[in-house]
């Protein structure tokens, strides 16, 4: 840091923290994503082959690629929010935990345990909650609101299918 000058920043230290930030947010979200792979895994080849499927269901091989640039996004709008807060402990950041708590709980249910139904109303609290993170972070970042919106329509996508197979297969 140069001391001599009031108010001067170490940019060293700023770019580390910068990085870092942005590291560890992109760790939780792929973490987050590897833990709902998980969950996923033995039952897309399995179970979820047995069930009928409603005829807007895209190809299986399109979400792997779907999800991995939706956790890349939504890292990046989390850490535009913290550069500009500066906390980790805010209302938006809270709110981009529990809907990431919320959608790893979805492929748990859905997938794990083999329950749509029980799945839907998962589905239902984590579009309320990405909704409510999209605000919050759009008042604190413009660009952070906008790169949650895929997400949020990849959700909302993902409701209509989870309902979908629920009901063909009630």
Do not use: E
Request: glycine share 6%.
């Amino acid at each position: 840091m140069v001391w001599w000058f009031p108010g001067s920043v170490d940019w060293t230290v700023t770019r580390r923290r910068k990085v870092s930030s942005l590291a560890v947010l992109v760790v939780v979200c792929y973490a987050a994503a590897a833990i709902g792979g998980l969950a996923t895994d033995g039952s897309v080849s399995g179970w979820f082959q047995t069930l009928k499927r409603p005829s807007f269901q895209p190809p299986d091989w399109l979400f792997g690629p779907v999800w991995t640039v939706l956790y890349g996004l939504m890292a990046v709008a989390a850490w535009l929010v913290y550069l500009k807060t500066g906390r980790v402990r805010s209302t938006p950041m809270t709110l981009f935990m529990i809907q990431l708590v919320l959608n790893v709980a979805w492929s748990i249910i859905f997938f794990g345990l083999h329950r749509p139904g029980l799945a839907v109303f998962d589905i239902i609290a984590l579009l309320s909650a990405i909704i409510a993170t999209t605000v919050a972070f759009w008042r604190v970042s413009t660009t952070s609101g906008v790169l949650m919106l895929p997400y949020l329509a990849w959700v909302m996508f993902a409701s209509a299918l989870n309902i979908s197979l629920w009901h063909l297969n009630a």
